[in-house]
């Protein structure tokens, strides 16, 4: 090999050298620039999650608590005369008359109340029972953690909701509309109840009859 041909040869390498060097350079660029803008996205993406997130949560828990708050009005249409709302409490069995209905609408679906997605605990010895002519049934009593609180629990059918309301004397408001003396009208103690609600040849349906519309228009304007 001559001298000029090792002189090419060493050109030939500086510049492949310098070509290497360059693209080394420019994936570095790249990386560091794609880095600059993965720690100003993520951010920004984290952000947007979570206040998307929030949005459809609130929208979402919106949506449930309207719904609960329509079976309730739905559910309290189908008490009549013949067909009373059932009440229990501490073993006192009453048939809650419809002129005390008011106060237990106001009390299931005040707008402060809220969803509750853990189930909490609560004070057995101190459960209210109100079962109405739909097999709907409403089970009211304190939280453990915060007697003030009073924890709803909702069952119709296969449908379960769970939800509470802090403060507003709830429970004693519910304990005197389904006591004997009732709120503006007595109520009837019974030993036993002459239908048990809830069995399906017994239930009226929702969408059915709305009874007396004295009882409609109270509970509308509650």
Known sequence: MTQEERDQKRRTLHLYDQVQDGQTRERQGRLRRRTIWMRVLL??????????????????????????????????????????????????????????????HWALTLSQINLRLLEPQTNGAEEIHLALPTGAVYTIAPETADPNTAVIRYRFGSERRTVSIRGFAVLDWLRRAISEEGITRRNRVVDEFPVVYGEEEEALPVAGETGSGSVAAENRSA
């Open 43 to 104: 951010p920004v993406l984290a952000v947007i999650i979570v206040v998307l997130g929030s949005l459809a949560f609130t929208i979402w828990r919106g949506i449930i608590m309207n719904r609960y708050r329509s079976d309730v009005e739905l559910h309290l249409l189908t008490v009549s005369s013949e067909w009373p709302l059932q009440a229990e409490y501490q073993g006192r069995k009453t048939l809650v008359s419809n002129d005390n209905l008011n106060r237990i």
